[in-house]
C-alpha cells in the first residue's frame, strides 16, 4: 500500500502492506484479510475483527513475553478487543471503532478490521513514497504510475496495472 521509495537519512523505513482475498465468489472486489505495518524491526498485524498480533525483534522478545502471555490469556477469556498496549517506538490503541497503530515518526495507520483503512504519513515523507496509495506528493495527476515509473494514466486498465505492479510475494503462500 505504502512505502518510502528509498531509505532517506534520519527518516525511518517502513511499510504499510495488505493481504487480499475474494469473498463470496466476488471476482471483482478484492477484501483486505489483514493490514502489516513494518516498522523498527517488527511487524505489526491487523487481523480480521481487530486482532492484533506483533512480531518484534529477538531483543524485545524476551522482553514482551510476559506482556504477551497476558495478552493472550485475555482473548482467551473471551476479549476479542486487544488492550491498548504499548511498544518502543509504536503505540496500539483501540477505541471500540477503530485499531490505531501511531509510531514516534506520525506515521498513523487506523482499520476497522472490516472495510475500512486509512494510513497517514508524516510531512518530511511527502513525495517520497511509493505503493498504490501513491507518492503522496499533493498532485493526484501523476499517481496513476507503477512501480517502476511508467505513466499508466491514459491504459483503461489503469487500476490493475498500478495495483498489479505493487503485488508483493507473501512468503506464507508457498507453504
Ligand atoms: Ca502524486
Redesign the pocket.
Known amino acids: 500500500m505504502a512505502s518510502p521509495k528509498q531509505v532517506y537519512p534520519d527518516m525511518p523505513y517502513f511499510q504499510v502492506l495488505t493481504k487480499n482475498e475474494e469473498r463470496h465468489d466476488n471476482n471483482d472486489v478484492s477484501y483486505i484479510r489483514y493490514m502489516e505495518i513494518v516498522v523498527f524491526g517488527s511487524v505489526i498485524r491487523i487481523d480480521r475483527g481487530k486482532e492484533i498480533y506483533v512480531s518484534l525483534m529477538m531483543m524485545m522478545m524476551m522482553m514482551m513475553m510476559m506482556m504477551m502471555m497476558m495478552m493472550m490469556m485475555m482473548m482467551v477469556n473471551g476479549g476479542r478487543v486487544f488492550p491498548d498496549a504499548s511498544f518502543p517506538g509504536f503505540d496500539i490503541r483501540n477505541n471500540g471503532l477503530n485499531v490505531r497503530v501511531a509510531t514516534n515518526f506520525s506515521l498513523v495507520v487506523e482499520s476497522d478490521g472490516k472495510w475500512t483503512s486509512v494510513i497517514k504519513i508524516p510531512a518530511a515523507y511527502e513525495?517520497k513514497m511509493t505503493g498504490i496509495c501513491?507518492?503522496?506528493?499533493?498532485?493526484?495527476?501523476?499517481?496513476m504510475?507503477t512501480k517502476d515509473g511508467t505513466d499508466v494514466s491514459a491504459s483503461p486498465y489503469k487500476y490493475d496495472l498500478v495495483c498489479n505492479s505493487h503485488q508483493v510475494n507473501d512468503p506464507e503462500d508457498e507453504l
Open positions: 513525495g501513491a507518492d503522496a506528493d499533493g498532485n493526484p495527476n501523476n499517481d504510475t
